[in-house]
């Protein structure tokens, strides 16, 4: 870090030390009490990010002083945003700290440490015996390689990680009926995605046709992927276990 970047941080660890002195709701919060507000703060982080994107891709469309005076206007979202999430982390480890758990620095330490045995391909060459990412992670002492996804994430979210950590050890992401029926229902008539090549903008068109398809079929879409995410979840614990 530059030297005004560490000047800037201990300027909002002083300001978090005095709010935590001084502020009446400030002093009252507990790690409890901030979780919902961090939930939020990290959607509202991941709407800015989308934000961006989009911004820039107007800009390459139309690239005109208004669309560059929102592409700032983006970006000057964007870092507000991480800083409110920033400030929720140093806050937890403040709190945590008076409660006698860890220091920030043990925090910094730990996941350093973490990032370093995580690529002995970079720090440790001569070790490396070509294992993949989530084969390293299962040298911390995990018994699944899912135990890194949260239960509670949304059912998209998790459909996405649980087939990414599947394919770190070679687990198939095809995913039968419980009666060993083919896995794809006939599609909504309006989908195009074996008519041209795919993009993001078809698959998320074809993706909201399902649920719609779901729903008039009377099926709930979150508690269908859901219960789907369960199933590969059992699938990929037996290949575990093979």
């Known amino acids: 870090m530059k030297p005004a970047d560490i000047q800037a941080l201990q300027r909002l660890s002083d300001i978090l030390d005095l709010l935590r002195r001084q502020c009446p709701w400030d002093r009252v919060q507990t790690m409890q009490s901030l979780r919902y507000l961090t939930i939020e703060e990290t959607f509202e982080l991941s709407e800015a990010i989308l934000a961006i994107e989009k911004s820039e891709l107007k800009n390459e469309d139309e690239p005109d002083a208004a669309t560059h005076s929102q592409c700032a206007d983006r970006n000057t979202q964007l870092m507000k945003e991480l800083g409110d999430l920033f400030m929720h982390l140093l806050f937890y480890a403040k709190i945590a700290e008076e409660e006698g758990r860890f ?16 690529h002995p391909f970079i720090f440790h060459p ?31 979210v998790k459909a996405v990680r649980l087939q990414e950590k599947a394919a770190g050890i070679g687990v198939d992401p095809t995913l039968h009926s419980p009666d060993g029926s083919a896995s794809t229902p006939e599609l909504p008539p309006t989908h195009t995605m074996a008519e041209s090549e795919p993009t993001e903008e078809s698959f998320g068109t074809l993706l909201f046709n399902l649920i719609h398809w779901a729903h008039d079929h009377g099926i709930n879409a979150d508690t269908a992927l859901s219960r789907a995410n369960q199933r590969f979840c059992d699938k990929v614990k037996a290949f575990e276990q093979q």
């Open 103 to 118: 220091t920030p620095a043990d925090i910094f330490n730990a996941i350093s440490d973490k990032l370093v045995d995580r």
């Open 126 to 156: 001569d070790s490396y015996d070509g294992e993949s990412w989530e084969q390293i992670k299962m040298h911390e002492g995990r018994k699944s390689v899912l135990e890194g996804v949260p239960a509670s994430l949304p059912s998209l």
